[in-house]
């Protein structure tokens, strides 16, 4: 079993494609806080990270790229989502709680890999809400990449995390927005072994992606 980082570390988070099982796109983080009940991970504005580019009539490939807001970023062991708190301007300001449906993530000697699952909810400072990419999510489930098991088990979780924004239960009580990274904190850099790890696909690939291959 891989030990916790602890705070300061500097990991990557790597999305696993569906397609191919291959690393994808990867961002760097700085660890706040990593024990048994939560992963807490800071991208400030600024940091280089490696996102998709697409040229026409090329396939697409990895390019590097730069985060635009103050990001913290909180993933629970075994949840299929993680809640991200973003800042912006100066001084900073919170503007959104943004919940990102995502594979459980799992735990590699230079990050943690995971994948996303296309939807998401956007949630304001009053804890109004919104869905993002559903469209996309339903259009995912209509082709057949995603499992209609699947994207039950995606929706019900939408809707205990609805249940959590409603209540304003924790991180939606507001516990988080007077965190601020320590002074001496520089911006997270890339780990060497970011490509070069071997990537962990996700044990319910199958079940949940049943047109793919690896």
Do not use: C
């Amino acid at each position: 079993m891989l030990a916790y980082f602890a705070q300061g570390d500097e990991v990557v988070v790597r999305y696993i494609t569906r397609f191919g099982g291959m690393v994808g796109m990867t961002w760097p983080y700085r660890v706040v806080r990593d024990d048994p009940d939560l992963l807490a991970l800071w991208l400030p504005r600024g940091s280089r990270g490696m996102l998709w580019g697409n040229q026409p009539g090329q396939p697409r490939q990895l390019v590097e790229g730069e985060w635009r807001r103050d990001t913290l970023r909180l993933m629970y062991p075994g949840k299929p989502y993680s809640i991200w708190l973003f800042w912006e301007g100066e001084p900073r300001r919170f503007t959104t709680y943004y919940v990102n449906f995502e594979e459980p993530f799992r735990r590699t000697p230079v990050g943690f890999d995971t994948n996303d699952q296309t939807l998401d909810i956007m949630v304001a400072p009053d804890l109004s809400w919104s869905w993002k990419d559903r469209e996309d999510f339903e259009a995912l489930i209509a082709s057949g990449q995603f499992s209609a098991e699947f994207a039950e088990t995606v929706e019900a979780t939408a809707e205990a995390v609805l249940g959590l924004i409603e209540s304003r239960a924790a991180p939606f009580d507001g516990s988080w927005l007077d965190w601020a990274p320590p002074a001496e904190w520089s911006n997270p850099v890339l780990h060497p072994r970011w490509r070069e790890e071997p990537p962990l696909v996700w044990e319910r690939y199958s079940w949940a992606y049943p047109v793919t291959r690896r």
